[in-house]
């Protein structure tokens, strides 16, 4: 299948806040619901702008044509205490899933992390039975670090949150 991996630009802001949206409907697994992401399109292509600009964070889009189809990030205090974790998020959209996308962008921003000359650990939360995704974050190096135990509510359920880590 044919994709092309590129930094996210403030001019994406808007394609990206309506993937999110899509995309929190496919899936249980996110943070956040369909159409609960909502950000101001102006304002979060200053954030796009803002994180462009840091060492210790990354925005990666993949794209067919000109179409989004997941989205990879790190992103990092700038803080001095704490700006050596990375926080890393990754969404595939539901018609793009089990192609590898998600592996790939995992490998990439592993290797931009232990190439920035920052970040030293690289952290992740999800959800305690979101089994596939755990297991690609295994085969990539991550442990377990902790459990929050029901930390997520949907549809009268809770779910306990897995906290995994990278240490690079």
Same mark, same amino acid.
């Given at each position: ?46 954030? =796009?702008? &803002?994180?462009?600009?840091?060492? /210790?964070? @990354?925005? #990666?889009?993949?794209?067919? $044509?000109? +179409? ?55 952290? =992740?939360? &999800?959800?305690?039975?979101?089994? /596939?995704? @755990?297991? #690609?974050?295994?085969?990539? $190096?991550? +442990? ?25």
């Amino acid at each position: 299948m044919d994709y092309i991996v590129r930094e996210a630009q403030k001019d994406d802001a808007e394609r990206i806040i309506n993937f999110y949206n899509i995309v929190g409907g496919e899936s249980d697994y996110l943070s956040f619901g369909k159409n609960e992401f909502q950000r101001d399109a102006v304002e979060y292509g200053d954030y =796009l702008e &803002t994180v462009r600009g840091e060492d /210790n964070s @990354i925005i #990666l889009l993949a794209l067919v $044509g000109e +179409k989004i189809i997941s989205i990879a990030t790190i992103t990092s205090s700038q803080r001095a205490r704490s700006k050596h974790v990375g926080t890393l998020g990754i969404v595939v959209s539901k018609e793009y899933k089990g192609k590898g996308i998600g592996k790939r962008l995992m490998k990439e921003l592993i290797q931009w992390a232990s190439q920035n000359g920052i970040t030293k650990k690289i952290s =992740l939360v &999800t959800r305690q039975d979101n089994e /596939n995704a @755990i297991a #690609l974050y295994k085969q990539l $190096g991550f +442990k377990k670090e902790g459990l929050s135990e029901r930390d997520t509510f949907i549809d009268g359920i809770y779910y306990h949150t897995l906290s995994m880590a990278l240490f690079l």
